[in-house]
């Protein structure tokens, strides 16, 4: 119950982050689209990134391959977002893989307009995660699955057509994993690092039938 309770307040605080942020952003000529007006509403947008790293020294290389996340939302108004995504990571350590990662769950996601091309935006992650990792006693890989809960800002850029530059600055999550008679592993992230920093892309599609404007 204690670690139920700090999480909850963590994400509480992560909300009230959140609705500071918008605060902030009305203060600077922000503001929200109405229902009235043109925008994204019953559209779907398709985000994601994909990253990929190597490291080379005269004994050893390591890489990692991850998309942080890819997915797929709706827009149930001009300003919100719900939706379903999927991310994916793996490290290997001279050509051998000793990690592997898959999550995938639902996110929400609210945003603000900043004048005509920019955007601040809100998202909300849950996910149930699962992988293999090299046993610390042994060479063979062992299972685990397990939680991740993930809420960050973003600066959107809105290039036109449809598609928009997404610039991640800042993360609160936590991520909570087990292995197989085995306890829990818990970590956290919060603040602004490098780790914190990505950039994605996202593209909306409009699937409505357009209606023909009467010419009489």
Known sequence: ???????????ALAGLSMLSGNVNAQLLGGHRLKSDEDGPKGQFMV?????????????SSSSTVSSAPLGVGYFINNNDLVG???AYSQNSVNHDVVY????AGVWYS???MLGKYFVLIGQVDAHY?????????????????GFRLRAY???GILLGSG?????????LSMLQTKVKEVGWTKSYVAGISGSTFGVGISKNFDFRKKSKKDDN
């Open 47 to 59: 985000y994601g990134s994909l990253d990929y790293s190597k490291v080379t020294t005269p004994s």
């Open 1 to 11: 119950m204690k670690y139920l309770n700090k999480t909850v307040f963590s994400f």
């Open 84 to 86: 379903v995504n999927y």
């Open 110 to 112: 609210p945003s603000l």
């Open 153 to 155: 800002p973003l600066i």
């Open 129 to 145: 995660v699962w992988g293999q990792q090299v046993s610390g006693t042994a060479d063979s890989m062992q299972n685990f699955t």
């Open 163 to 171: 598609w928009a530059l997404k610039f991640k600055f800042a993360e």
């Open 100 to 103: 592997k990662q898959n999550e």
